[in-house]
């Protein structure tokens, strides 16, 4: 083999090596997909979104068995300690974003407020790119509906954004890609 093919040889094993070492992403590479009534995709540009969570608590349950234990059997009803898990869990998230002149967010949270919680129920997708700006990772988030509604204090001095938040409840959270 000469030197020339030697490092082809080299840099095609280097290339095919990194091709199978998962792409760490990043952050800020996100889009969160939430439909309303009355909304266009302008509507849903979110600066920041947290509280992405599925828990499940751990039950640890001491049962004492038949089995003897200690000097010569004396003693009784060795306690065995078993952890078992629990029902999932769900956080909830917080949806962070720019006030505009939409009211699509009130009016969702006002419909909830007034009852019809189970009608305005939706479907909330996070999806996160690479950096060649394909859909790597995907997450669903289903049973999605206001639980406050918040915005940022105001101040004369200030020269920040006026921040309009949500906090959504949901009942399911699974990675679908």
């Given at each position: 083999?000469?030197?020339?093919?030697?490092?082809?040889?080299?840099y095609l094993t280097v290339v095919q090596s990194a091709s199978r070492i998962?792409?760490?992403?990043?952050?800020?590479?996100?889009?969160?997909?939430?439909?309303?009534?009355?909304?266009?995709?302008?509507?849903?540009?979110?600066?920041?979104?947290?509280?992405?969570?599925?828990?499940?608590?751990?039950?640890?349950?001491?049962?004492?068995?038949?089995?003897?234990?200690?000097?010569?059997?004396?003693?009784?009803?060795?306690?065995?300690?078993?952890?078992?898990?629990?029902?999932?869990?769900?956080?909830?998230?917080?949806?962070?974003?720019?006030?505009?002149?939409?009211?699509?967010?009130?009016?969702?949270?006002?419909?909830?407020?007034?009852?019809?919680?189970?009608?305005?129920?939706?479907?909330?997708?996070?999806?996160?790119?690479?950096?060649?700006?394909?859909?790597?990772?995907?997450?669903?988030?289903?049973?999605?509906?206001?639980?406050?509604?918040?915005?940022?204090?105001?101040?004369?001095?200030?020269?920040?954004?006026?921040?309009?938040?949500?906090?959504?409840?949901?009942?399911?959270?699974?990675?679908?890609?």
């Amino acid at each position: 083999m000469t030197n020339y093919e030697l490092r082809i040889t080299n840099y095609l094993t280097v290339v095919q090596s990194a091709s199978r070492i998962p792409e760490v992403l990043t952050a800020h590479r996100f889009y969160l997909e939430l439909t309303l009534e009355g909304q266009n995709d302008a509507n849903c540009f979110f600066l920041e979104c947290q509280g992405f969570k599925r828990t499940q608590e751990v039950i640890e349950i001491s049962e004492v068995t038949s089995q003897t234990w200690g000097k010569k059997g004396q003693s009784k009803g060795q306690v065995v300690r078993t952890k078992l898990p629990s029902n999932p869990k769900s956080g909830n998230l917080t949806l962070r974003r720019g006030t505009t002149n939409s009211m699509d967010f009130w009016k969702w949270f006002e419909k909830v407020e007034k009852g019809n919680w189970s009608e305005q129920r939706r479907l909330v997708a996070l999806s996160i790119y690479n950096q060649a700006n394909q859909e790597i990772a995907r997450f669903e988030l289903a049973g999605a509906w206001p639980a406050s509604y918040k915005i940022a204090d105001v101040n004369a001095r200030s020269h920040d954004i006026e921040i309009e938040e949500v906090e959504v409840a949901f009942e399911e959270f699974k990675r679908v890609k």
